[in-house]
């Protein structure tokens, strides 16, 4: 199983930016995907999901400014935000699991982070 997260970069605050997670060795559309992020000195916390039914969650944090998508026959997952601010900064991670959880500890594979730095 490989996830290989891409897309991070530099951001003015109020900006935009799509971040790709690209999965090989499973069928992803079985399996909920996830998108962590990891602030420096912070834990690693939740930002969003979707279901293999479609169903999305997100964290309080970016809601109404993000969105997660899928291309399934690219075993593709996108995070898409906007109107990003400076504490979105951080490296943020493509994850999978069976199933559906807030906590990131909980979750089975993972790829490597990408970094996304919000400043002006």
């Known amino acids: 199983v490989q996830l290989q997260a891409s897309g991070g970069g530099l951001v003015q605050p109020g900006g935009s930016l799509r971040l790709s997670c690209a999965a090989s060795?499973?069928?992803?559309?079985?399996?909920?995907m996830y998108w962590v992020r990891q602030a420096p000195g912070k834990e690693r916390e939740f930002v969003a999901a979707?279901?293999?039914?479609?169903?999305?969650n997100y964290a309080a944090s970016v809601k109404g400014r993000a969105a997660i998508s899928s291309d399934n026959a690219k075993n593709t997952v996108y995070l898409r935000m906007n109107s990003l601010r400076p504490e979105d900064t951080g490296d943020y991670y493509c994850?999978?699991?069976?199933?559906?959880?807030?906590?990131?500890?909980?979750?089975?594979?993972w790829g490597q982070g990408t970094q996304v730095t919000v400043s002006s």
């Open positions: 979707m279901a293999r039914s479609g169903l999305t």
């Open positions: 994850a999978s699991s069976s199933g559906w959880s807030i906590r990131p500890t909980r979750y089975d594979y």
């Open positions: 060795g499973f069928t992803f559309s079985s399996y909920w």
